[in-house]
């Protein structure tokens, strides 16, 4: 079987976008950011960074996962995190580089503090549990000597967060969001300009961008399935 990659449209730089927003709102392009005295060039690039986190955290989009792995250190039990992790998509395995281990079973900071004991010194064994608190996760027990050279590698998924916002400066580089939600993003923006300039129909952009992203959304959650079990008889799987 053949597998054909398509190569996805690119998304616009913040300057291309910062000019869209400028003349769909009646306003003259800007041909540099950075020595533009206009303060609507501001304004757009704000509504450009606050549009894309408004986007990024109203849900959990399958372009924000990201995969990482942690590798193990015999006696050692807490390991820092992405600096762009904000929650897990699935729970934490163990990998060995063939072979997808048992995952963990998670546990709030709440949880794991009352009904995960304190280890001694020098204790260490076969991890059970894990826990994730202030971008560091906490594994229980503690890997010992034989289980790191079993499962060297911690493995898991992640939805991440909002990257550094974007300025003047940063005109070339393309806006962080998927081609799919550019007229969003466009909508959001000359929703927040408009409304910077006290245009009368601003209300009408800020409807147009709820509308554009619950369309993306409704699209996104229409390809998801609740998990199902399958139905046995005697102990045996039908299907």
Not at 15 to 43: H, M, P, W, Y
Not at 63 to 73: E, G, M, Q
Not at 178 to 201: C, H, N, Q, R, S
């Amino acid at each position: 079987m053949t597998t054909v990659q398509f190569t996805p449209n690119q998304t616009p730089t913040l300057k291309d976008f910062v000019n869209r927003i400028l003349n769909e709102c009646g306003l003259q392009s800007q041909a540099d950011l950075t020595t533009s005295q206009f303060l609507g060039t501001i304004v757009a690039i704000n509504a450009t960074n606050d549009g894309i986190n408004d986007i990024k955290y109203r849900n959990r989009w399958e372009w924000l996962k990201r995969t990482a792995v942690i590798t193990l250190v015999n006696g050692v039990n807490s390991y820092a995190m992405p600096a762009d992790f904000v929650r897990m998509a699935y729970p934490f395995y163990f990998w060995n580089g063939v072979t997808k281990g048992i995952p963990l079973n998670e546990k709030t900071p709440d949880e794991y503090s009352q009904l995960i004991p304190g280890l001694p010194a020098g204790s260490a064994g076969t991890p059970q549990y894990y826990m994730v608190d202030s971008n560091v996760v906490t594994i229980y027990p503690t890997p010992d000597t034989n289980f790191v050279t079993s499962w060297p590698n911690l493995q898991y998924v992640y939805f991440q967060g909002p990257q550094r916002p974007l300025g003047a400066a940063d005109q070339a580089l393309a806006v962080d969001i998927p081609p799919e939600f550019i007229e969003a993003l466009t909508a959001f923006g000359k929703w927040k300009m408009k409304l910077f300039l006290e245009y009368p129909d601003w209300q009408a952009e800020q409807a147009r961008y709820e509308q554009c992203l619950h369309v993306q959304m409704n699209r996104n959650n229409a390809g998801r399935r609740a998990p199902r079990l399958r139905p046995t008889y005697n102990n045996v799987s039908v299907w």
